[in-house]
């Protein structure tokens, strides 16, 4: 199994990518590519070739799930694994995107100073 290095964060708010982006950054030492959409994850992933996907699941237009979708169709990316990040946060639906191949879901707001920690664990499962 390869180590976790390279991670593609999608999250359409600007200041939640900035703290993920440097807590990421700096406490984990990951290389971080930030996208603002489901659609700029669409075009940046494959060139980017991340080892793990963090993905929001409530963005407008391509929400997180519909993302996945997508990209688990460029030849890449089929077995990169996803966390996905939200606020809502049942049983029910995290069985739902596990369901769907996520890895696992990290609860939005994230602690910046475990959020690499927690990262690292479910990478480690996977």
């Known amino acids: 199994?390869?180590?976790?290095?390279?991670?593609?964060?999608?999250?359409?708010?600007?200041?939640?990518?900035?703290?993920?982006?440097?807590?990421?950054?700096?406490?984990?030492?990951?290389?971080?590519?930030?996208?603002?959409?489901?659609?700029?994850?669409?075009?940046?992933?494959?060139?980017?070739?991340?080892?793990?996907?963090?993905l929001d699941v409530m963005m407008p237009g391509m929400d997180g799930p519909s993302t996945l979708q997508e990209l688990r169709k460029?030849?890449?990316?089929?077995?990169?694994?996803?966390?996905?990040?939200?606020?809502?946060?049942?049983?029910q639906e995290i069985e739902e995107y596990k369901k769907m191949g996520a890895a696992d879901v990290i609860t939005k707001p994230f602690d910046p100073m475990t959020l690499s920690e927690q990262v690292k664990k479910i990478w480690d499962k996977s």
């Not at 489901?38 to 963090?54: N, S, T, V």
């Not at 460029?74 to 049983?91: C, G, H, N, R, S």
Request: with cysteine; charged share 20%; hydrophobic share 45%.
């Open 74 to 91: 460029l030849p890449k990316i089929t077995e990169t694994p996803v966390i996905f990040m939200t606020a809502k946060v049942q049983a």
């Open 1 to 54: 199994m390869t180590s976790l290095q390279r991670i593609l964060y999608v999250d359409d708010e600007p200041d939640i990518q900035e703290v993920a982006k440097m807590t990421l950054e700096a406490i984990g030492g990951f290389t971080v590519e930030t996208c603002n959409s489901g659609q700029e994850a669409i075009e940046k992933a494959a060139g980017f070739a991340p080892d793990l996907i963090l």
